[in-house]
């Protein structure tokens, strides 16, 4: 069975999901996971856990492209290990990459370790970016949100009497952060 797995990183991407998800009914996927979520955000790729979970001997986990699936090589080999472990492969389709094959297995991991690699350079280089903008003053970050909520929690909780935590739910913010607003008041 042919198991498609489609991701993008943020709501704004749709055009990018849908592109993905006709590449996967293109290429037969008979089910597709489908999810928003930051490849990096450890917790939250519930679909991704679904599909490896769903899989079974013989399956194929189709994806359209490498960066799609796996933040980094460690994370590419958890995965294929884990396919493997279940009889299953990997077929990449923008990169004709089919681990079923051992050439598609080295090249699973040479790409892999290059994208990886190519990442690794931009983040460099996005640090250098922002520390060349800092010394310049160019660059400020941005302002911390308790300091823009600073009168809506202290309003909540000194006029209305309401608790830290209801005032901090009610102006949409952290706990921590309308305790330390009300700390420093």
Do not use: W
């Not at 979520?37 to 399956?59: H, M, N, P, T, Y």
């Not at 809506?152 to 102006?171: H, K």
């Amino acid at each position: 069975m042919l198991i498609g797995y489609a991701r993008t990183s943020t709501t704004e991407q749709k055009a990018g999901l849908a592109a993905q998800l006709r590449e996967l009914d293109q290429a037969s996927c008979e089910k597709v996971f489908q999810e928003e979520v930051s490849s990096v955000d450890k917790d939250g790729r519930e679909q991704l856990a679904a599909a490896l979970e769903f899989i079974r001997e013989g399956d194929i986990l189709v994806v359209t492209k490498l960066d799609r699936l796996a933040r980094s090589v460690k994370h590419l080999l958890e995965i294929t290990e884990r396919l493997e472990a279940k009889g299953a492969t990997l077929r990449i389709l923008g990169m004709g990459i089919d681990t079923a094959t051992p050439n598609g297995r080295l090249m699973l991991n040479l790409l892999g370790s290059t994208a990886q690699f190519e990442r690794e350079i931009m983040l460099e280089r996005q640090r250098e970016g922002i520390a060349k903008a800092k010394a310049d003053g160019k660059y400020k970050g941005r302002k911390p949100t308790g300091e823009q909520k600073i009168a809506e929690i202290r309003r909540l909780v000194e006029v209305e009497g309401l608790s830290p935590t209801e005032a901090a739910r009610r102006a949409g913010v952290a706990r921590a952060t309308a305790y330390r607003v009300l700390k420093a008041a």
